[in-house]
């Protein structure tokens, strides 16, 4: 996966930051981001793109949606999708509350038992985006860290890079690298010494083959692997309306376009990683949206909806309507969402000493 670290401007290691950020600090130009606006003729995005898992917002017709970071890369030419910072920033407290707890114990019985902890732990990130995975885990795990930080988006690697943790939960020095590559080419010997791999909200973004690579490419490396926030396909909104499962399914589909696993990422990793002779634990972990979290959840609806109505233009019309009486709902802090996920730990078969 990985390339030299003469590839990009930001590879190489870093030293730890003081204390956890606020990632759009980094943004160029702040305040006024360099992400499109959103277009208020075209509410519900049913003239734009919206790529699966990336975070909505509408953009100009035609344009894909949230992504318009710069020129290029916005999934619409074979290039790959590229993700807001924005966005991945409004999600994170979200996502820090939603993530499976029960899974951090199992996980530090593993790394306790690893032969080489007293030196610290290396943890891979991969698809780490701004690094909202280490912000959240290593505050969680006792003990030195250097996290090795992997997106093919040299942006994102950069806001990682500025943002990052700060220390372990027993004041241990956490450092990080980023590394840009793409998870397709992930192997075993670009994870030789790691004690942890990670990802969250990647799954659900790659298809099976990039899957079986980061699969093979742990077992080869005999490294757990704690991979979150992968997205379950079940959505519940309070109060119910009859459009409900009908948009759910319409972005169900718009998730697998393209061969991408969307809601069956979970389910797939278990059985890759099985496949290789690990041992995988699976655990809900469900974003609960309230009024405290209107922001997100206009952000998500406008992009739950869009998504739907690019897969099924038919919807437009009622999914227009939909959308106007959920968005109003949310902004009377009278919705509430709870948009499931899906946390895995893979606890791969241990190899040459190494986990
Ligand atoms: C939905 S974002 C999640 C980012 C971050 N993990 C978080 O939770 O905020 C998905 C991330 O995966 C990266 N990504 C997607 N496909 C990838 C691939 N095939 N190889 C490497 N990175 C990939 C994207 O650039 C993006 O940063």
Redesign the pocket.
Known sequence: ?TEPATATPYSGTIPAQPGPRDVTDALPGRPGSTVEPENPEDPVGATTSVIP???PSASRPGERATLRLRDGGDGGDGE????APEW?QL??SA?AAARAYELLDPLRIRLANLPGRADGFVIH?????????GRWLAPHLDGAQHWVL????PY?LHFAAVASPRSAADGSHVTVETRR????RLTSDALSGASLVT????LD??TRD?LGALAAACAGAGCPALLT?SVAGRVELTAPHPMDQEITEAFNAHQRRDGLLGPDAATAAAEAFAEHGATVKLNPSPWRLGPEQAALTEQWLRGWVGAAVEERPELAARAGTYLAERLEACAEGELRVVVQHTDLLALCRPVGGTG
């Not at 992997?150 to 988006?153: E, I, L, N, Q």
């Not at 590559?181 to 397709?184: E, I, Y």
């Open positions: 996966m898992g990336a975070g790959p999708a590229r993700y991945l999600r994170e996502d990130d991969i698809g780490c985006g701004t690094g909202s995975m992997h997106d093919r988006d994102l590559g793409d998870v397709a990802a969250s909200a990647l973004v790659l990039e926030l």
